[in-house]
């Protein structure tokens, strides 16, 4: 533990953010949660390669990467389950140290939150009817698109830019490939673990849609937090990255 608390403070260091003054010194974001001996994480499930749970407990890379960074800490992991907007306000009333899962990392959330390094990006993909190669957002002019429910407003923006289009949200991968194939719509977008569900089914094609830009995966905390804190997550995510 001593090894990681080392590392974390000469990452911070390294950046200025832990240095000392003449007045009052307050508890940083760092040395509560280590009091607290808790790293409390609010996770998105995607069920992609970076957050799946199974039973309860939430397995792949953002877990690993949440484990990491609480080794660094010396405290334990707390893992709290929800959707990505509810990961952002859990974040901000205090119920979360920090979110992890497929956010966006630029416009208002940048302005809202301190944002660490993207650990990776998450791929929108288009699930049409099997021979119609809508690649682009350009392609789904005056059309009718299903979306997954939890669509960022950023990437619903992006596919407002083809004019005329029409956007109905849907609860799941299934719903919106059945839309797909009953023709109520002609390209469902989606993340890359339901497009996944989708891939075997005969009548369908799954397509990389290759003008709408990726989310970016990102550690996001507190637009009130220290600095200190992404800072020092910053260091540990590139130390991660090199590692796997």
Do not use: H
């Not at 309860?56 to 080794?71: D, N, V």
């Not at 397509?207 to 200190?228: H, I, R, T």
Request: overall charge negative.
């Amino acid at each position: 533990d001593g090894m990681w608390k080392v590392l974390w403070a000469a990452g911070a260091l390294s950046l200025g953010l832990l240095g000392t003054g003449c007045g009052k010194k307050t508890e940083s974001d760092v040395e509560r949660i280590q009091k607290a001996g808790v790293f409390r994480v609010a996770i998105v499930d995607t069920g992609s390669r970076y957050t799946s749970v199974d039973e309860g407990k939430p397995t792949g890379l953002e877990p690993e990467l949440a484990e990491y960074i609480s080794q660094a800490l010396g405290t334990e992991v707390q893992f709290q389950g929800y959707n990505k907007m509810a990961a952002l306000e859990a974040v901000s009333s205090g119920e979360a140290d920090v979110a992890m899962g497929c956010i966006n990392g630029s416009g208002s959330l940048a302005g809202e939150y301190r944002l660490s390094l993207s650990y990776g990006k998450g791929y929108f993909y288009g699930v049409t009817r099997a021979g119609d190669y809508a690649l682009t957002i350009g392609a789904l002019e005056n059309s009718s698109v299903g979306v997954d429910r939890e669509l960022d407003e950023e990437t619903r923006t992006m596919l407002y830019e083809a004019e005329g289009i029409r956007i109905s949200d849907f609860d799941s991968a299934r719903e919106g490939g059945e839309a797909v194939k009953d023709g109520r719509i002609r390209a469902y977008i989606c993340y890359e673990d339901q497009a996944g569900e989708l891939l075997s089914d005969p009548e369908l094609q799954v397509q990389n849609v290759s003008n709408l830009e990726p989310e970016e995966f990102v550690v996001a905390a507190a637009g009130s937090s220290d600095p200190a804190l992404i800072s020092g997550i910053d260091v540990l995510i590139r130390q991660f990255l090199e590692k796997e």
